[in-house]
């Protein structure tokens, strides 16, 4: 089985543009959640999404959103780009929201100049 | 509120040592403790994970020691090699945190040959 994918690997933005980040999760893993890894940092919340319905979101704000389509991928869009916006975007997808073990993919790495 | 403090921020041993990275941790509720590894370019790894039901659980030359009343638990890895040389991540989730992780601040260990 492949693991989870993300596209792209690298993007450079500006500020006040918007950006769209992907994601493909394990065959038969229905909930993916995004997190923001900040240089240095661990990686933090964004959302949880389950069978199409957020089912949890973190500390964002609402320039941040995220949408799943039927097949169990994954968009999470960013307006308005701020250069505190720059950080490795994960995906971590797993069986079901419950399910507390996560697999990550390798992540996008955006950089906002 | 930084609920998952992490020590140290980084850590040098020698091959063949034995390296210690410690995690405290706030909320009671949390019931699921991992460990993550992750190298440069990469999305975290899953390493080790425990329940609070256990005191120690051991994979291979990794091993999480978990003290329910001081509410803390640590990763130690034996034997320590130069390809463990990345940057560890405790986490929690548990709780109303149900699926999401909250991760410590990381540890970059590095292991001289």
């Known amino acids: 089985d492949a693991g989870v994918t993300q596209s792209p690997t690298h993007l450079i933005k500006t500020r006040g543009q918007q950006v769209t980040l992907r994601c493909s999760p394990i065959?038969?893993?229905?909930?993916v959640s995004w997190y923001q890894q900040v240089l240095g940092q661990g990686p933090q919340f964004i959302f949880q999404?389950?069978?199409?319905?957020?089912?949890g979101r973190g500390n964002f704000p609402d320039r941040f959103s995220a949408r799943q389509f039927p097949n169990y991928s994954s968009e999470l869009n960013v307006n308005a780009l701020l250069l505190g916006d720059s950080a490795l975007y994960l995906c971590?997808?797993?069986?079901?929201?419950?399910?507390?073990?996560?697999?990550f993919g390798p992540g996008t790495r955006l950089t906002v100049l | 509120q930084q609920q998952v403090k992490q020590s140290p921020q980084s850590l040098i041993v020698q091959k063949g040592g034995i390296s210690i990275i410690n995690c405290a941790y706030e909320?009671?509720?949390?019931?699921?403790f991992p460990w993550y590894q992750q190298f440069p370019g990469k999305g975290p790894a899953l390493l080790i994970a425990?329940?609070?039901?256990?005191s120690e659980k051991k994979e291979g030359r990794f091993t999480i020691s978990f003290n329910k009343s001081a509410k803390q638990f640590s990763l130690h890895i034996m034997d320590s090699q130069p390809g463990d040389s990345a940057t560890y991540f405790c986490?929690?989730?548990?709780?109303?945190?149900?699926?999401?992780?909250?991760f410590g601040q990381g540890t970059i260990l590095t292991v001289h040959p």
């Open positions: 971590a997808a797993k069986p079901q929201p419950t399910y507390n073990e996560q697999f």
């Open positions: 065959s038969g893993h229905k909930s």
């Open positions: 999404y389950y069978e199409k319905e957020e089912r």
């Open positions: 909320n009671t509720a949390f019931d699921y």
């Open positions: 425990i329940r609070p039901d256990v």
């Open positions: 986490a929690v989730a548990g709780g109303t945190s149900y699926g999401k992780l909250t």
